[in-house]
């Protein structure tokens, strides 16, 4: 396999970037998420989830959805992980300067056998299911505009249902904060 | 001869690689090529308008307030760059004791990244754009958000409080002027039908009775949302009036308080490239990209108008600097929510109406109404509101 | 017209006007560019200390007589005078040290107000930067010793003053010197008129 790979890496070099353009952000995904969740100091926990959004931005990107992963970084590392730190820095000032992470004691061993427990489930249900048996569309990039069309249109219930939760939200947001303004 | 000056950049590259692959260099090797060269060429424009105007701002400012500015380096002091790099290479590189060394090291580059990444998808000329991409727009703002994590970054490590405050500071005038920014973007994209940055251009090609361009800034719905589009990259890149997180008096320099030496230089750099970067896109959206105003003056190549116009916005915008004084932190975000937001809704409300009212004459109307009296009555009561009246006190007498 | 947002526009009028008059209006710009075009200073403006020579040599046209009472009231004790002695070690009114320490000096002018004899006054040069901070900052004697002419370029008036005195002064003493010498001869005159008359009696 070795040999292979290195006789692609001669003749086909786009191929094996193309291949690891995905394997490699996914990686880092993983990686940065579980780092995220172990890490004692929050804001390393934060800054460690923001690099997981943005390699699952990459991610999307490598596989040909452009438009969800530009969505992805624009939305939750812009907004989304500054309102995580916001948060945090608001609420729980004393856990910002600690160090190290949650492995000790049995407790997070436990609960890794069981988390990789379940992963291995899972694989199994997902490798032995007739989905997995049936091959793989062939991958569509869908301009933008098709993809606004199909939001306007096949999907314009669901567009609207969203603004009016999101907009419920901004304004419940804006009362709660302006509560204290009477004396 | 005018095609050929035009097509300088591409047919240089392209002898280039033509060169190098009659010497039997592989094909893949000429694509990495091809794509560093262009980078390369990008970021090392970007980064000499960078030193010019860092000397240029210093000069308009000081011709703008009767006095000389820098003119001992050079002639006219046009050296002043090179002082300045070697002052801040060989300055000493502190970092506080207890601060997180890795997140302070890291902010610096963060920032820089996203700064120099959304060089990419701007059409420097026709048919000079690095990346053809679909969605270019939202690219540019995706990318953006980078530079949000960055002066966080930059200020929590730093284990102060004046730089947290900067950074929550910068962060929360960041968001909120990413908002009206956005929409007004998107007003030219909704005309256009696309989010491309080429087709965009394309859409303000032509020129109506023979000689007026159809810049989208010339037309009602375009110059209000031209504005506000201004307004917003003049507070995405932190500048005057909108640099409360960077000022001085108010809390040293804020997020950037505890770096020194190259870091510092970075972050500046950051910023003036940022700000470049964001000139670009607004004269790509409103002014025409690379387009001549005049038929007549199609003579002049296209990238030289691309860089011309991206001159005259700086310029515009080292003026708006010598002129107003610095926002308070909530009248920044008063404005942005309670003004510019419902502005930029008018503006999109009407391009709509002027797109479907035929673009004809009373389309015009249509349009300017429908941005002009909002902007009345959103502006006479929003500097009323500001207006000074006697203090009420709510615990005392 | 008050549209909102007008004031903003007649700002960015008046920085623009401000900003293409710098160019064609040449009264706008005040700066003086430093090293070509020094500033012209008042004609009272001071810098240091320095000791003034009438005539054209400067050991013999001194006027300081080293009575040291400079030295004693200098607040921050910079000046330092060692009197010159003869063969026999006897004092001369002259002094062979005379040191002004500029970098401790602060211009108060205290030495010039005390000085009975006019000796010592401020002069007007400030460019005496240099690289050692301690020996090149100590001038002496022949450094400090100016003509009387130098003192008049630089303050004029109270140049005229002080000659004027000083000519007043020299003139009264010739005066007195000449009454003097004009009572004694009247006295030589009378003593030599006195033995006469008893001679012409007897």
Redesign the interface.
């Known amino acids: 396999m070795m040999c292979e790979f290195l006789k692609t890496c001669c003749t086909d070099p786009m191929k094996i970037i193309g291949e690891w353009l995905v394997l490699l952000p996914a990686i880092v995904l993983l990686l940065a998420a579980a780092a995220s969740v172990v890490m004692r100091n929050l804001i390393h926990a934060a800054l460690c989830l923001t690099l997981s959004f943005i390699a699952l931005g990459i991610v999307f990107i490598a596989l040909g959805a452009e438009f969800v992963g530009f969505v992805q970084l624009l939305v939750y590392v812009g907004a989304v992980a500054m309102i995580l730190v916001f948060a945090i820095l608001l609420t729980r000032p004393e856990q910002l300067t600690k160090s190290g992470t949650l492995f000790s004691g049995l407790g997070p061993a436990g609960g890794a056998l069981a988390g990789f427990a379940s992963l291995v489930v899972l694989l199994a249900f997902i490798f032995t299911s007739p989905v997995a048996k049936k091959p793989l569309p062939a991958p569509v990039s869908a301009p933008v505009a098709a993809i606004g069309e199909a939001l306007m249109g096949d999907y314009v219930v669901a567009l609207l249902l969203i603004g009016v939760l999101l907009t419920a939200a901004l304004v419940g947001a804006a009362v709660l904060a302006m509560e204290d303004k009477k004396p | 001869m005018i095609t050929l000056l035009e097509r300088a950049p591409i047919e240089i590259k392209t002898w280039f690689l033509n060169l190098l692959g009659s010497f039997g260099v592989p094909e893949w090797i000429l694509a990495v090529l091809s794509a560093g060269i262009i980078i390369g060429t990008i970021i090392g424009v970007f980064l000499g308008l960078f030193a010019l105007m860092s000397v240029m701002e210093r000069k308009i400012l000081a011709r703008a307030q009767n006095r000389y500015g820098p003119n001992r380096v050079g002639p006219f002091g046009l050296f002043q760059p090179v002082a300045d790099g070697i002052k801040m290479i060989t300055k000493e590189d502190l970092v506080p004791r207890t601060a997180d060394k890795i997140v302070h090291f890291l902010a610096p580059v963060t920032m820089m990244i996203p700064a120099l990444m959304v060089l990419a998808i701007l059409p420097y000329g026709r048919d000079m754009v690095p990346a053809e991409l679909d969605s270019g727009i939202l690219y540019f703002f995706a990318v953006g958000a980078g530079t949000e994590v960055a002066v966080f970054m930059a200020g929590w490590s730093s284990n102060n409080k004046y730089s947290v405050l900067g950074a929550m500071r910068a962060i929360a005038q960041m968001i909120s002027y990413e908002l009206p920014l956005v929409i007004s973007a998107i007003v030219t994209a909704m005309i256009a039908g696309s989010l491309s940055p080429s087709a965009i251009v394309a859409a303000q090609g032509g020129f109506a009775l023979g000689f007026v361009p159809q810049w989208f800034a010339l037309t009602p719905w375009g110059f209000a949302a031209g504005l506000i589009f201004y307004i917003g990259a003049l507070a995405e890149s932190n500048r005057s009036p909108f640099d409360l997180p960077e000022g001085e008096s108010e809390l040293v320099a804020g997020h950037l308080t505890e770096y020194s030496g190259f870091k510092y230089a970075t972050f500046f750099m950051a910023e003036y490239v940022g700000m470049f970067a964001v000139c670009g896109l607004f004269v790509t959206l409103f002014l025409g990209g690379w387009q001549a105003p005049l038929p007549f003056l199609e003579i002049i190549p296209s990238w030289c108008w691309f860089i011309g116009k991206i001159c005259f916005v700086a310029f515009t915008m080292v003026w708006v600097r010598a002129t107003l004084p610095r926002l308070r932190i909530d009248h920044m975000l008063g404005f942005a929510w309670k003004f510019l937001l419902p502005m930029s809704f008018a503006a999109f409300l009407s391009a709509a109406c002027w797109h479907y009212a035929g673009r004809g004459p009373l389309a015009w109307l249509l349009s300017l109404a429908i941005v002009g009296i909002p902007y009345l009555i959103l502006g006479t009561s929003f500097t009323k509101r500001f207006a000074v009246s006697r203090r009420t006190y709510r615990f005392s007498e | 017209m008050n549209?909102?947002?007008s004031g903003?526009v007649k700002?960015?009028a008046?920085?623009?006007r401000?900003?293409l008059?710098?160019?064609f209006e040449k009264d706008?710009?005040?700066?003086e560019?430093y090293p070509e075009e020094r500033p012209t200073l008042p004609e009272n403006s001071r810098s240091f200390p320095f000791l003034i020579y009438d005539g054209t040599d400067p050991d013999a046209g001194m006027r300081c007589v080293a009575c040291k009472i400079c030295e004693k009231e200098c607040p921050p004790q910079c000046i330092f005078i060692i009197q010159d002695r003869d063969e026999a070690g006897k004092a001369l009114k002259r002094p062979k040290v005379f040191d002004i320490d500029i970098s401790v000096c602060m211009s108060c002018q205290i030495c010039v107000e005390v000085c009975p004899f006019d000796s010592i006054r401020m002069d007007q040069e400030y460019e005496m930067s240099s690289f050692d901070r301690f020996d090149a900052l100590l001038i002496k004697k022949p450094q400090l010793l100016k003509s009387n002419a130098y003192y008049q370029k630089i303050h004029p008036t109270e140049a005229a003053e002080t000659d004027a005195r000083l000519e007043a002064d020299r003139k009264k003493k010739e005066a007195a010197a000449a009454a003097k010498a004009a009572a004694a001869k009247k006295a030589a005159d009378e003593k030599a008129a006195k033995p006469a008359t008893p001679e012409a009696a007897a």
């Open positions: 549209f909102p947002g903003i700002g960015l008046v920085t623009a401000n900003f008059g710098s160019y706008r710009l005040t700066t560019q």
